[in-house]
Each structure stands twice: as C-alpha cells, then as structure tokens.
Nanobody, 123 residues
Framework: QVQLVESGGGLVQAGGSLRLSCAASGLTFRSYTMGWFRQAPGKEREFVGIISWTGESTSYADSVKGRFTISRDNAKNTVYLQMNSLRPEDTAVYYC????????????????WGQGTQVTVSS
C-alpha cells in the first residue's frame, strides 16, 4: 500500500521559514517525480514545485520562485519543501504527490497523493 505522509506544517509569522517533509512508503521512490501542491481556502489546488526522480531538476511556480526549494533524499524515501520568506498568501494546505517517471506540473495524472499539512502564515 502506497503512502505519502506530509509533516512540518504549522503557524509562522510573515518572513519566517518552514520545512515540510513528505515520507513515502510502498513504492520505488527513486522512480517517481515528486510534486508539491497547495490549496488555500476557497481556491483550487495549485502547483508549487516539482523535482525529478534523481533530484537534479526542479521547477517552481512563479509565486514561490526564489523563496521555496525542493529537495529529496532517495535513501530516506523523503522529499522536502523548504519555504523561506513566507507571506500570508502562502497560507494553504500543502500536498505532496508522486508521478512515476513523468514530469507534470498539473494536478491531473499524479499517481499518489498525501493527506496534506496545514501552513498558516500570520501577518
């Protein structure tokens, strides 16, 4: 059974930092592209960033570029989202998702999703 479990969310002041983790089990992690998405209240889920299965390539939404960094540790079956210079508009539930060998910056098509972790940024 495949599981993706996010952690690391919480309440932080604007300008602060958080690091989210997504621990994967039940799949050959190194074969999966990993994406991060987020969903704010009343809004659709949106793409945040993506990392290739080797970790050599990343891509980010314009809204987070230069502030967020995705990394992965294939030995630990974990992908990370380092979030710096957080803004109130970054408040959302953050989800990780796994897609086998496909580079995809849209929601549709991802094989597996986590349950999400809440990030709240106060002004």
């Amino acid at each position: 059974q495949v599981q993706l479990v996010e952690s690391g969310g919480g309440l932080v002041q604007a300008g602060g930092s958080l690091r989210l983790s997504c621990a994967a089990s039940g799949l050959t992690f190194r074969s999966y592209t990993m994406g991060w998405f987020r969903q704010a209240p009343g809004k659709e889920r949106e793409f945040v960033g993506i990392i290739s299965w080797t970790g050599e390539s990343t891509s980010y939404a314009d809204s987070v570029k230069g502030r967020f960094t995705i990394s992965r540790d294939n030995a630990k079956n974990t992908v990370y989202l380092q979030m710096n210079s957080l803004r109130p508009e970054d408040t959302a539930v953050y989800y990780c998702a796994a897609d086998r060998l496909v580079w995809r910056t849209i929601l549709a098509g991802y094989d597996y999703w986590g349950q999400g972790t809440q990030v709240t940024v106060s002004s």
